[in-house]
């Protein structure tokens, strides 16, 4: 006889998973060490591209060097007494109009000074605006030294400054030159590079930056505040900007005789052109390194984790209560010998919690049965006491009633058709109950019943109302004052209706009220119709329509009690 041993095959045990994905992790390892060394590629790419960045601040520099030489040159002829001497005055003002002309950029105005007033200027009108405390700064600091570069100030929306020759002790020739020439298009031109200039101690000068746009207008005020905090380093140095709108690279030099600090501000894409198609190369390598890694790993986790998952739910599920928990897995691995296992084991402790619940309900139920159809034996022998009294004392009426009402009280308590019983048929009998403990204590208390005849058929379990009433009377027997009993019925929602039994007695003490809704088990503290408590009726209202339903208290010290039946709306089913 040949048998076919059957069991998990190389290719599907957990074992290979786990060593392919080790396998995996071994190659994501060896693609970073490659990452590692292709990040080694962008330094020397990097310092050539700084060196082309080094470019336009130089361009600049010199830029700025020569026109402010050309411009210390023209003022130094200007300035020449013999020059000056031999033109009148109608030719020397045609050559600072024909100098202003070539320049209008660059200069903002030429102007003669002559005994403490402005004499000549170009443009004519431009001396009418220069103040006298212009002119005697200028005539002071010009006459200490014979030549005087002014600091920075600005005119209308520009930045000047003025550089001023002293020709003799009366004459003096002046420049006010336009600093945003110094930054101007015909310097860097078709590159994406923007020029701030600033000065020594952070105050901006001017830029080539286009700011009609309001996104670039923007973006320019907050690259001047980045860029004043960078004014305190010296030399030529590297520095990365972010903004709002991106991140840029600045290079800064102050290699000038005014030390203004000169800013090459550009996109960090456009400053390393290079090293950026190396990025994207490498990020392109990366994404697709990452999407296949994605996707393998998706593939064996998925692989493994299904069933894990699965086991977990079911396991959770099962330390719940959830007998009826099973695993269901199509495939053949160890996983599988795991839910056989488990699933066995569950079968035996369902069968084993069947048995058991079946049993103990037949107890609670019998015990139930036992305690519901057992009449007091106090009860009963006072009733009858009072019924013989009755007789002795000629009440052949009033014995007749109570008869006729234990009699009913006894028939309802003993009946073995059901437990659950319509409100209808409740009322009526706890009527005769009333009638009884009436004709027992005579007007201790009063008894008022306003249930609608709209719930007289909903569902409710035997001796519900008559216990909860019983309660009422026995603790309001304390009470000097005649005790008025109400149980009355309204509609809790769509599924649901209240009964309450309220009574004006002296209420119940926490404790005590504790004592009537511990277990059934608990001998009564009176004697009344039988041993139903009130934990017995709460058990009896759960096991029949849910936990959601059942008793609730509210108790007021010296203003009574009431308490509260939830129970579901609709007809009862009881067999008459």
Same mark, same amino acid.
């Given at each position: 006889?040949?048998r076919?041993?059957? /069991?998990?095959? +190389?290719t ?19 693609l970073?060490?490659?990452? +590692?060394?292709?990040?080694?590629l962008? /330094?020397?790419?990097r310092q050539n591209?700084e060196k ?14 020569t026109l402010m ?16 001497n ?25 102007? @003669?000074?002559e005994k403490?007033?402005?004499? @000549?200027?170009s443009?004519y009108?431009y001396?009418f605006?220069?103040?006298?405390d212009?002119?005697?700064e200028? &005539?002071y600091?010009? /006459? #200490?030294?014979?030549?005087w570069?002014?600091p920075p ?5 520009r ?5 001023? #020759?002293?020709i003799?002790a009366? !004459?003096?020739v002046?420049m006010?030159?336009n @600093?945003?020439?110094?930054?101007g ?8 590079? !923007?020029?701030?200039?600033?000065t /020594?101690?952070?105050k ?6 286009f ?8 973006d320019?005020?907050?690259? #001047?505040?980045?860029? =004043? ?5 010296s030399g030529?140095?590297y520095n990365?900007?972010?903004?709002? +709108? ?10 000038n005789?005014?030390d ?7 996109e ?7 090293l950026?198609s ?11 390194a990452?999407i296949?890694?994605?996707?393998v ?6 692989y493994?984790r ?7 739910? =079911? ?15 199509? !495939?053949?691995?160890?996983?599988t ?21 079946e049993a103990? %309900? ?14 007091h ?15 002795e004392t000629?009440q052949?009426?009033e $014995?007749?009633? $109570? ?6 009280l ?13 409100v209808?048929? %409740?009322l ?14 005579g007007?201790v ?9 709209l719930y007289?058929k909903?569902? &409710? ?8 009433? %019983?309660?009422?009377?026995?603790y ?5 004052d005649?005790?008025h ?6 509609s809790?929602?769509?599924g ?8 004006t007695g002296p ?17 009564n503290?009176?004697k ?11 058990d009896?209202?759960?096991?029949t ?6 008793l609730?208290?509210?108790s007021?010290?010296d203003e009574?009690?009431?308490v509260s ?11 008459r």
């Open positions: 006889m040949v076919r041993l059957t /069991g998990t095959s +190389f599907s045990s957990v074992s290979t998973k786990l060593f392919i994905l080790t396998f995996l992790s071994v190659i994501v390892l060896f970073v060490i490659a990452f +590692f060394g292709y990040q080694r962008f /330094g020397p790419i591209n082309e960045l080094q470019g336009s601040v130089v361009q600049v520099e010199n830029y700025m060097k030489n050309t411009f210390q040159s023209q003022l130094i002829f200007l300035s020449n007494p013999v020059l000056y031999k033109m009148d005055e109608a030719d020397y003002a045609q050559l600072i109009d024909d100098m202003m002309t070539y320049h209008q950029d660059q200069i903002h105005g030429i102007y @003669l000074i403490d007033n402005v004499r @000549l200027s443009p009108g001396k605006f220069i103040a006298p212009r002119i005697n200028i &005539i600091q010009t /006459g #200490k030294s014979g030549f570069w002014s100030r600005a005119v209308n929306d930045s000047v400054i003025t550089v001023a #020759k002293q003799d009366n !004459r003096f002046a006010d030159i @600093l945003n020439a110094l930054t298009p015909q310097i860097i031109q078709g590159e994406q590079r !923007r020029i701030y200039l600033f /020594g101690q952070g901006y000068l001017s830029t080539n930056t700011l009609s746009h309001p996104k670039t207008f923007q320019h005020l907050e690259m #001047k505040e980045k860029l =004043q905090e960078l004014t305190k380093t030529t140095a990365t900007v972010q903004t709002s +709108f991106g991140n840029y690279t600045v290079l800064s030099s102050n290699q005789r005014w203004w600090v000169v800013f090459s501000v550009i960090e894409s456009q400053a390393f052109p290079l950026d190396l990025r994207q190369q490498l990020v392109l390598v990366i994404a697709m990452i296949l890694a994605v996707i790993s998706v593939w064996i986790t998925n493994i299904k069933p894990v998952t699965l086991i977990t739910r =079911q396991f959770k599920a099962a330390a719940r209560g959830e007998l009826e928990a099973r695993i269901k897995l199509k !495939r053949n691995d160890e996983f010998h795991i839910a056989d296992g488990f699933n066995r084991m569950m079968g035996n402790i369902q069968s084993l919690f069947d048995d058991l619940r103990e %309900e037949k107890k609670r139920h019998h015990e139930l049965k036992v305690l519901h159809s057992q009449i034996p106090h009860f009963l022998n006072n009733t009858l006491n009072a019924i013989y009294c009755l007789g000629g052949t009426e $014995m007749c009633k $109570m008869i006729r009402s234990l009699m009913g006894l028939q309802y308590s003993t009946d073995k058709v059901g437990d659950i019983v319509t209808e048929d %409740e009526q009998q706890l009527e005769n109950y009333v009638e009884i403990m009436v004709l027992r204590y007007d208390f009063e008894m008022d019943i306003a249930v609608p005849e007289y909903t569902p &409710i379990p035997k001796l519900t109302l008559i216990t909860l009433v %019983e309660n009422s009377i026995f309001g027997l304390s009470k000097q005649v005790n009993i109400i149980v009355t019925a309204k809790k929602d769509a649901s209706v209240l009964f309450e039994v309220s009574d209420g119940i003490d926490p404790q005590k009220l504790a004592l009537l809704t511990q277990e059934a088990s608990s001998p503290l009176y009344g119709l039988n041993n139903l408590g009130l934990r017995n009726v709460q009896r209202i759960s096991m329509f849910g936990y959601s339903y059942g609730h208290f509210h007021e010290p009574g009690l009431t039946v939830l129970l579901p709306v609709g007809e009862s089913g009881v067999k």
